[in-house]
Protein backbone atom coordinates (compact mmCIF):
# COMPACT_ATOMS: atom_id res chain seq x y z
CA UNK A 1 0.00 0.00 0.00
CA UNK A 2 2.64 2.00 0.94
CA UNK A 3 4.40 1.83 -2.55
CA UNK A 4 1.07 2.22 -4.53
CA UNK A 5 0.86 5.88 -2.36
CA UNK A 6 4.43 6.75 -3.37
CA UNK A 7 4.40 6.17 -6.93
CA UNK A 8 1.38 8.16 -7.16
CA UNK A 9 3.14 11.10 -4.82
CA UNK A 10 6.24 10.75 -7.20
CA UNK A 11 3.96 10.27 -10.39
CA UNK A 12 2.70 13.46 -9.75
CA UNK A 13 6.07 15.26 -9.17
CA UNK A 14 7.53 14.08 -12.29
CA UNK A 15 4.01 14.90 -13.99
CA UNK A 16 4.69 18.58 -12.90
CA UNK A 17 8.17 18.49 -14.01
CA UNK A 18 7.36 17.36 -17.54
CA UNK A 19 4.44 19.94 -18.09
CA UNK A 20 7.32 23.07 -16.66
CA UNK A 21 9.63 21.26 -19.03
CA UNK A 22 7.35 21.39 -22.24
CA UNK A 23 6.83 24.62 -23.93
CA UNK A 24 3.80 25.91 -24.53
CA UNK A 25 0.28 26.01 -23.09
CA UNK A 26 -0.92 22.53 -22.33
CA UNK A 27 -4.69 22.18 -21.42
CA UNK A 28 -4.62 19.51 -19.48
CA UNK A 29 -6.63 18.46 -16.23
CA UNK A 30 -4.32 17.81 -12.78
CA UNK A 31 -5.71 14.30 -12.87
CA UNK A 32 -4.53 13.48 -16.72
CA UNK A 33 -1.10 15.03 -15.48
CA UNK A 34 -1.19 12.84 -12.50
CA UNK A 35 -1.91 9.79 -14.23
CA UNK A 36 1.07 10.42 -17.33
CA UNK A 37 3.60 11.35 -14.53
CA UNK A 38 2.50 7.51 -12.55
CA UNK A 39 2.65 6.23 -16.08
CA UNK A 40 6.18 7.62 -16.76
CA UNK A 41 7.41 7.14 -13.85
CA UNK A 42 6.58 3.22 -14.21
CA UNK A 43 7.89 3.32 -17.68
CA UNK A 44 11.05 5.52 -17.00
CA UNK A 45 11.88 2.89 -14.26
CA UNK A 46 11.25 -0.16 -16.28
CA UNK A 47 14.23 1.37 -18.97
CA UNK A 48 16.41 1.79 -15.79
CA UNK A 49 15.91 -1.52 -14.51
CA UNK A 50 16.33 -3.06 -18.59
CA UNK A 51 19.17 -1.05 -18.65
CA UNK A 52 20.59 -2.23 -15.34
CA UNK A 53 21.13 1.03 -14.12
CA UNK A 54 18.05 1.02 -11.46
CA UNK A 55 15.65 -0.63 -10.31
CA UNK A 56 11.81 0.16 -10.80
CA UNK A 57 11.30 -0.47 -7.13
CA UNK A 58 14.00 2.20 -5.81
CA UNK A 59 14.24 6.07 -6.47
CA UNK A 60 17.56 6.63 -8.10
CA UNK A 61 18.86 9.51 -10.46
CA UNK A 62 18.93 7.97 -13.82
CA UNK A 63 15.40 6.66 -12.75
CA UNK A 64 14.05 9.99 -12.11
CA UNK A 65 15.67 10.90 -15.76
CA UNK A 66 13.95 8.12 -17.56
CA UNK A 67 10.54 8.68 -15.98
CA UNK A 68 10.78 12.59 -16.61
CA UNK A 69 11.46 11.64 -20.24
CA UNK A 70 8.66 9.41 -20.58
CA UNK A 71 6.77 11.44 -19.36
CA UNK A 72 7.28 14.39 -21.53
CA UNK A 73 7.02 11.80 -24.56
CA UNK A 74 3.10 10.90 -22.72
CA UNK A 75 2.13 14.12 -22.51
CA UNK A 76 3.31 15.30 -25.99
CA UNK A 77 1.57 12.22 -27.64
CA UNK A 78 -1.62 12.94 -25.38
CA UNK A 79 -1.74 16.98 -26.39
CA UNK A 80 -1.16 15.43 -30.19
CA UNK A 81 -4.35 12.81 -29.95
CA UNK A 82 -6.11 15.86 -28.19
CA UNK A 83 -5.24 18.53 -30.63
CA UNK A 84 -5.61 16.56 -33.81
CA UNK A 85 -9.30 15.86 -32.24
CA UNK A 86 -10.06 19.30 -31.40
CA UNK A 87 -9.07 20.34 -35.30
CA UNK A 88 -10.99 17.62 -36.45
CA UNK A 89 -14.37 19.05 -34.35
CA UNK A 90 -13.83 22.67 -35.67
Keep these: MLQILGLIVVGSIIGAL ?3 IKPGRQRMSI ?21 D ?6 LNVWGFVFAVLAALLLIGV ?7 RDRAVR
Excluded at 31 to 51: C, R, S
Excluded at 53 to 58: C, F, K, N, P, R
Design 78 to 84: AEGVAGG
Design 18 to 20: ARL
Design 31 to 51: LATMLLGVAGAVIGGLIADWL
Design 53 to 58: VGSITE
